[in-house]
């Protein structure tokens, strides 16, 4: 698999291989991360969550990893399919009671069959 | 169940002229959001309201404005269309946790809208 950071727009990957997208946040107070899928022409689609408390969580064929000492984020796609292909975001919230996520810029993933 | 329905789908305005992008949720959610997102770029909240008749500005709220009479529905007001306007706009609506941290966003299929 690839590992590139959300500065660059495109990520190519071969179908079966594993895709790692990565997201660097800035705000430390940050304590909440959330993964967007968007296919074209649709909205995004909810993917994975993590709370700050946690460093890894899975979920079906995807995990995020948490790292808060270098606030970093990442979403590893495993045996990567052609209908992985789209963009990715990530957004970060910090707990409060005005509840607003902050959404990064995103990165194209495009497998190649 | 629907989720989060917008419309239109597609306008085209010219400049000066108004209209508004209609958005309502079935999900009894009280956090709803306008979006709105230019090519090759991320997510720029412009409003938000945390429940019915409670709005507030986001990161781009210029040119624009919303009203929340119900639950269900947070139609987004365009006075006088610009070029820069020209974009596409998502709702979105969630429930945050207790603590207003997670905070799952639900997302319309988009309005794309051309200023010309």
């Known amino acids: 698999g690839e590992s590139v950071g959300l500065h660059l727009p495109t990520l190519s990957v071969q179908e079966g291989d594993n895709s790692i997208i990565n997201c660097a946040y800035s705000?430390?107070?940050?304590?909440?991360f959330i993964w967007y899928k968007q296919e074209s022409g649709k909205g995004p689609q909810f993917i994975i969550d993590?709370?700050?408390?946690?460093d890894k969580r899975q979920g079906q064929r995807v995990t995020v990893l948490l790292n808060k000492t270098v606030k970093h984020l990442s979403l590893q796609i495993a045996a990567t399919q052609p209908g992985d292909s789209a963009v990715y975001f990530c957004?970060?919230?910090?707990?409060?009671?005005?509840?607003?996520?902050?959404f990064g810029k995103g990165i194209t993933l495009s497998v190649r069959p | 169940n629907a989720g989060v329905t917008q419309t239109p789908k597609f306008r085209i305005l010219k400049i000066g002229q108004s209209m508004t992008l209609q958005c309502t949720q079935d999900?009894?959610?009280?956090?709803m959001y306008w979006y709105r997102q230019d090519p090759g770029m991320g997510l720029k909240l412009i409003y938000y309201?945390?429940?019915?008749?409670?709005?507030d500005k986001g990161e781009v709220p210029n040119g624009y404005n919303v009203s929340r009479s119900t639950t269900e529905d947070f139609p987004l007001r365009l006075e006088l269309a610009a070029p820069s306007q020209t974009s596409v706009y998502f709702c979105?609506?969630?429930?945050?946790?207790?603590?207003?941290?997670?905070?799952?966003?639900?997302f319309g299929a988009g309005t794309r809208l051309s200023v010309l």
């Open positions: 979105a609506s969630s429930e945050p946790g207790w603590d207003g941290a997670k905070n799952i966003q639900y």
């Open positions: 705000n430390s107070a940050s304590d909440y």
């Open positions: 993590i709370r700050s408390n946690m």
């Open positions: 957004a970060e919230n910090i707990s409060g009671a005005n509840s607003k996520l902050t």
């Open positions: 999900m009894n959610h009280n956090y």
């Open positions: 309201s945390v429940g019915a008749g409670i709005t």
